[in-house]
């Protein structure tokens, strides 16, 4: 009996390795190089914004967005990827308020005070979007009722 238990022992399955951690993408090589990407296209969007270039800056804006969704989408994205998106929604904000659509203005505004509410660390460049945001939120609370 003891000589059966011991063979039925040993035909045990091995212990089940453990899983291997997810890949981090944004150590993955398109990752800086889509950040980039997409800081290049704020900075010309904006450029053009303030050129009274308006549907330069809004064609450019829609290509920044799907970039801006891509760096966004992954589990932890770096600072620099969530700037460049703050950035872009800023800009599409402040485009939509230039316009007095202050309703769709706000809601890029409040995508920014949660995308740096919730962000750690806490740095002076978040907390200055922070502040910003709830600033231009403000702005078009203030405008709604007009």
Known sequence: MILTSALL???????????K????????????GT???LATIVRKANEDFHSGKADEAATLIQQGET???RLISVPKPTLAAAEAASDLD???????????????????????LA??????PETPETVRRLEQARSA??????????
């Open 35 to 37: 950040v980039d990407q």
């Open 67 to 69: 970039l801006s969704k």
């Open 115 to 120: 995308r740096w509410k919730h962000w750690k």
């Open 21 to 32: 951690p997810a890949p981090d993408p944004t150590k993955e090589i398109w990752y800086p």
């Open 90 to 112: 800023e800009l599409y904000g402040r485009m939509l308020f230039s316009n007095r659509n202050y309703g769709w203005a706000r809601l890029f505004f409040q995508k920014n």
């Open 137 to 146: 939120i403000a702005e078009c609370d203030s405008r709604l009722g007009q």
């Open 9 to 19: 022992a040993g035909c045990a399955a091995p212990p089940a390795p453990s899983p």
